[in-house]
């Protein structure tokens, strides 16, 4: 089992900046491919960005130039710095792990964080 705990997410203004965090523990041997997810009020869960164990990231359109993943792999860690944030990227943010090579739709991830709320404000 691995056990995943996200920190970092809260209020900001529209135009500023995040980092959220997520440390993974367990059996981590197992984990391959780790992300991020996002859920908006009355939306499906989805995919916002992911990294391989070999530092192959890719992201949404949404986010792409204003996010950028991470991975520490000796610390077990996985972050998501949020820049020019927009109203639109409110939403809780979930983390992710998974013993494939990659994530996929959500329904298939092997584990996930609790979320931790991001709040955009205009």
């Known amino acids: 089992q691995v056990h995943l705990v996200e920190s970092g997410g809260g209020l900001v203004q529209a135009g500023g900046s995040l980092r959220l965090s997520c440390a993974a523990s367990g059996s981590i041997f197992s984990i391959n491919a780790m992300g991020w997810y996002r859920q908006a009020p009355g939306k499906q869960r989805d995919l916002v960005a992911a990294?391989?164990?070999?530092?192959?990231?890719n992201y949404a359109d949404s986010v792409k130039g204003r996010f950028t993943i991470s991975r520490d792999n000796a610390k077990n860690t996985v972050y998501l710095q949020m820049s020019s944030l927009k109203p639109e990227d409110t939403a809780v943010y979930y983390c992710?792990?998974?013993?494939?090579?990659?994530?996929?739709?959500?329904?298939?991830?092997?584990?996930w964080g609790q979320g931790t709320q991001v709040t955009v404000s205009s």
């Open positions: 992710a792990a998974d013993r494939g090579l990659r994530l996929g739709p959500s329904s298939l991830v092997d584990y």
């Open positions: 990294i391989t164990k070999g530092g192959s990231t």
